[in-house]
């Protein structure tokens, strides 16, 4: 693998991680290289944009939710045949899991693959203050490498120097670049039709002008060889191998309205000896014959609402798959999906599968954000009671069972322990998503519950 690589990280939220991160890819692909995309934390969005602008699948390093060789095997594997590996943070610098330490931080991924750190600060407002700020993210912890600064919202190039000279005096790391606040770039959404605009390559003007603007007042060529550092030294868990073909097919519903898929998660599904085949609700396509499990990730169902609740054909063959005893997992949107209706924040209700009875309510506030631990419920084929995993939730709507309902799983986040979402027979679903390197095991359950499907 390459031993060029970098965290960009950033003093907090909304700093312009996303913006550097994809400007700087961007530029690199510009110049020939191969990027290899990644990205800390539980998050689906960003690494879509990795991808676009890479060409490669960009990949999710967490350390809460995986054990630090883990951590370290994920970014190897992807890293294969790629120049340079390009790492984009989470919030600011330290935050994660605890006020009190560093686990699940972006500090604690750059410490764990030994990766040099881009920091990225916002100095509107500021000029020698901005070096106290970047003194502070120094010597909080001395184990991560902060090996340069990007300045981001300077008023002018005057302004920049003046910044430029206050941190390398006082800090002794480089400044790299900078970008004005009148650039005013705006990441295209973030949401809505976000994956149907890459796949048509209507970002790819974005990414270009983004390449250009950043390769103007940031210097990539200092950036790419300040990225070089150590070999990480690892040891393969075997958690890729292959396993014996278990001759059975697992359907993945995959489209703009369902598409938040850890890549590990798929990989692991094969790993474990079976296979995909993919579908995609949202354009009339049902579910293929001759499958033996359903996969029904996350996404944005509500933002294609009217368009799904069309589908009767497609409806009818999930309903028919999952009363047919089908080992079905259905994540957040495909949870809402299962439901009898989605309404959204304009107070329209729009049917849905029938599945589940019950509702879902879109609203404006987040309804919940953060890792879980979760155990099973009896009779979970694809986690019991005595087994935890690792996830999270992020959503934006609500939902109110219509009767009562036996719960898929007990998760425990920040605020305590809750019952969470529906499980009947062979379906098993919920807002919470899995992340299966937590614990192969729920892969290995889920193929033999397909096996056994399959010999009914």
């Known amino acids: 693998m390459s031993s060029r690589r970098l965290v960009i990280a950033g003093t907090g939220s909304g700093v ?167 650039n005013g770039i705006d990441i295209p959404s973030r949401q ?49 191998n292959q396993r014996p073909d278990r001759g059975v097919t697992i359907a993945v519903a995959k489209d703009a309205a369902f598409n938040f898929y850890y890549e590990e998660n798929l990989e692991l599904l094969r790993a474990y000896g079976a296979s995909l085949v993919f579908f995609s609700p949202l354009n009339g396509e049902a579910v293929p014959e001759n499958v033996d499990g359903l996969y029904i990730g996350g996404g944005f169902p509500e933002e294609f609402a009217a368009e799904l609740s069309k589908q009767e054909s497609v409806k009818q063959s999930i309903r028919h798959a999952v009363k047919s005893g089908m080992p079905t997992l259905a994540e957040c949107g495909g949870f809402m999906y299962l439901t009898d209706s989605i309404t959204d924040t304009k107070g329209k209700t729009y049917a849905m599968t029938g599945i589940i009875p019950g509702a879902v309510r879109m609203q404006e506030k987040l309804a919940a954000l953060g890792y879980r631990d979760i155990s099973g419920t009896p009779g979970n084929f694809i986690i019991d009671e005595n087994q935890m995993a690792k996830g ?41 998503h899995f992340h299966f390197a937590s614990t192969p095991d729920l892969v290995e359950q889920w193929v033999n519950a397909c096996v056994r499907h399959q010999q009914q």
């Open 392 to 432: 999270h939730e992020f959503h934006y709507s609500t939902f109110t069972a219509s009767e009562e309902i036996q719960p898929a799983y007990e998760t425990t986040g920040r605020f305590g322990k809750k019952a969470e979402g529906y499980l009947n027979g062979n379906l098993v679903a919920g807002y919470t």
């Open 16 to 182: 312009g991680k996303t913006t550097f991160t994809i400007g700087i890819m961007a530029a690199l692909q510009k110049k020939g290289y191969q990027v290899q995309g990644f990205k800390c934390g539980p998050d689906y969005i960003d690494p879509s944009y990795h991808t676009a602008v890479t060409g490669r699948v960009s990949r999710n390093l967490d350390s809460w939710m995986f054990d630090h060789e883990t951590v370290k095997e994920l970014l190897v594997r992807a890293s294969t045949g790629a120049d340079i590996s390009i790492i984009e943070g989470v919030m600011g610098f330290y935050d994660g899991k605890s006020p009190l330490n560093d686990a699940g931080s972006t500090a604690e991924i750059s410490v764990i693959t030994d990766s040099p750190v881009l920091l990225i600060v916002n100095c509107a407002s500021m000029a020698r203050s901005v070096a106290a700020i970047v003194k502070g993210f120094q010597i909080l912890s001395d184990k991560p490498n902060i090996i340069g600064v990007i300045a981001n919202q300077v008023g002018s190039v005057n302004h920049y120097k003046i910044v430029k000279a206050a941190i390398e005096q006082e800090c002794g790391i480089p400044v790299l670049g900078y970008l004005k606040r009148e």
């Open 192 to 240: 809505l039709g976000l994956i149907p605009a890459i796949e048509r390559g209507e970002l790819n003007p974005f990414f270009d002008q983004l390449a250009s603007l950043i390769s103007e007042t940031v210097d990539i060529d200092h950036i790419y060889e300040l990225a070089k550092t150590s070999e990480i030294a690892h040891f393969s868990s075997g958690l890729f």
